[in-house]
């Protein structure tokens, strides 16, 4: 079987982190596995197809310029007639957009999408319109959370098309927790038992981390890490300042990878605005870390409320506040929740379970058993 997912990306993150972990397990699994990218002229999105191609995955590009336009369609319809696909399966906007119409052009068997956010743009003209004529070309679409398989109703997706399938991480061993708290603290010139929580995210205001500098500056003594980078970044490093809390309000820039620093912190806030899963949340829980998250999106269906973390309205800082509170205060909940969250995923999202139910969902395409 044959499967090429296409994807347009200007970089790494959730969807195209979650496709690292994904694709090499699928083709351990006997799946001959291709990707078609939809190349930025610019040169974005380049680190990706190297790290697919690490793998020895094969990629094929297609270059563009800007957001592209339905004169895609051709050039991705001659990409696959040639790589001559069982399956084709498109991720993000403009793989849904010219993707689709261009398996479908060229006589793919089966077109498969997979939903990693819940934009709200889809919902809104003139994309609502254009989508209606884009269901009907598609067989399945994978939803990475029940959250954006909902929104997807909203949007007008047929609800016997989706299917959802959670995020997995592959399983692993956790980082040394005494290392890295204390190098973490070392770096940030703090005392050794300083109680310090974190962010893991891109800095945009969709994710909130306004609300997390707010909370903490609420907390005596408790510092904030924010790793990532952003639009915002400027702007978050200016609340710190107004709230008189610089120095208590690290921005630590990307990290890769994550896990040591997720491994120092005593939980992570997750406040996003909106969310369709949030991997970050499950990096955290692997190592046993307790998080606080909103609880909008995707947040509900990975943290269990009062067991793996706490669960608090999204945008509310004196709730955050609360919660922060509440975990800096008591190290044995702290290690109760953390245990819990690492348990957890262990059991329900792992890289395996992922690609497993994928792998099942194409042979059930193949067989004509999950489509109506």
Not at 60 to 82: E, M, N, V, Y
Not at 112 to 122: A, F, L, T, W, Y
Request: glycine residues 10%.
């Amino acid at each position: 079987m044959r499967v090429v997912h296409l994807i347009k990306t200007d970089g790494i993150a959730g969807a195209e982190a979650h496709l690292l972990v994904l694709l090499p397990l699928l083709a351990r699994r006997g799946v001959d596995v291709r990707v078609l990218f939809i190349a930025p002229v610019s040169g974005a999105g380049a680190d990706f197809a190297e790290a697919v191609e690490s793998h020895g995955i094969a990629v094929d590009r297609i270059p563009i310029r800007g957001h592209g336009s339905p004169a895609l369609i051709p050039a991705i319809a001659r990409a696959l007639r040639k790589l001559k696909p069982d399956i084709a399966h498109a991720h993000l906007f403009h793989a849904e957009l010219w993707g689709v119409p261009a398996a479908k052009l060229v006589g793919v068997p089966r077109v498969v999408i997979s939903r990693h956010n819940d934009d709200p743009r889809r919902r809104r003209q003139p994309l609502r319109t254009v989508y209606r004529g884009v269901w009907p070309m598609i067989d399945v679409c994978v939803c990475i959370s029940n959250s954006v398989r909902r929104a997807a109703v909203v949007e007008g997706a047929p609800d016997r098309k989706l299917r959802t399938i959670w995020y997995g991480l592959p399983v692993k061993p956790p980082e040394n927790r005494a290392e890295a708290r204390a190098a973490l603290r070392a770096e940030l010139g703090l005392a050794p038992d300083a109680p310090v929580f974190g962010t893991l995210s891109r800095l945009v205001a969709i994710k909130g981390i306004d609300t997390a500098i707010r909370a903490v500056a609420g907390v005596p003594g408790v510092h904030l890490a924010a790793a990532g980078d952003g639009p915002e970044r400027d702007a978050l490093v200016n609340l710190a300042a107004e709230l008189n809390v610089s120095d208590r309000v690290h921005v630590l820039g990307w990290r890769s990878p994550a896990a040591p620093v997720l491994a120092g912190l005593d939980g992570l806030l997750a406040p996003s605005q909106r969310e369709g899963f949030g991997l970050s949340v499950l990096e955290a829980m692997q190592q046993g870390i307790p998080v606080i998250a909103s609880s909008a999106g995707a947040h509900p269906e990975t943290v269990v409320d009062g067991y793996t973390g706490l669960l608090v309205p999204a945008g509310d800082a004196d709730a955050l506040r609360r919660a922060v509170e509440s975990l800096a205060g008591s190290v044995s909940l702290r290690q109760a929740m953390g245990e819990a969250g690492r348990a957890r995923v262990e059991r329900e999202f792992t890289a395996d379970r992922m690609a497993d139910q994928t792998l099942a969902l194409y042979q059930d395409l193949g067989s004509g058993k999950a489509v109506e």
